[in-house]
C-alpha cells in the first residue's frame, strides 16, 4: 500500500521554481543585505537588463521580493516572510525524511538480529 503524504499546497511551486535559479537565488540574496535597484542589480550579472529584469519578475510573481518606487529607482527588497514560509516547507520534508530512514535503520537492526537468532540456532545443531 502507498501512501501519499502532501506537505505542500501546489501555490509552493512558484517559490521553488523560482530559487531553482542561481541568478535569482543570487538576486534575493543581494535583496536581502541591501536595497538595490534593478538597474544595479543588473551590472553584477553578464546578462541583459531585460534578462535581469525577467528573473526580478519571476521572483515577484513568487512573492519572494517586493519592487518599491523610490523617486526614479525600482528598489527591490526580499521577502523575508515567504523564505520562512518555504524554510518551514523544508524542515517538514527534512522531518518525513528523517522519520523514513529512522524506521529503515529499525527494519534493518531488526532483521540483522532476526538473522542472528537464526544462525545461532543453526551453529548449535
Do not use: C
Not at 544595479?40 to 513568487?62: D, G, I, T
Not at 518606487?69 to 523564505?83: K, Q
Not at 529503515?104 to 545443531?125: F, Y
Amino acid at each position: 500500500m502507498v501512501v501519499s503524504v502532501q506537505i505542500a499546497p501546489p501555490d509552493f511551486d512558484p517559490v521553488f521554481a523560482a530559487l531553482a535559479d542561481h541568478t535569482r537565488r543570487d538576486i534575493v540574496r543581494r535583496a536581502i543585505n541591501a536595497e538595490e535597484g534593478v538597474l544595479e542589480l543588473a551590472s553584477h550579472y553578464p546578462m541583459s537588463f531585460a534578462a535581469v529584469q525577467k528573473h526580478v519578475a519571476v521572483l515577484e510573481r513568487a512573492g519572494l521580493i517586493t519592487k518599491q518606487r523610490i523617486g526614479r529607482r525600482r528598489v527591490v527588497r526580499t521577502n523575508p516572510e515567504a523564505l520562512l514560509v518555504a524554510r518551514r516547507l523544508l524542515d517538514q520534508y527534512e522531518g518525513l525524511w528523517r522519520a523514513r530512514i529512522d524506521r529503515m535503520n529499525q527494519l534493518v537492526a531488526e532483521t540483522a538480529g532476526a538473522i542472528d537468532t537464526v544462525e545461532t540456532k543453526e551453529s548449535k545443531r
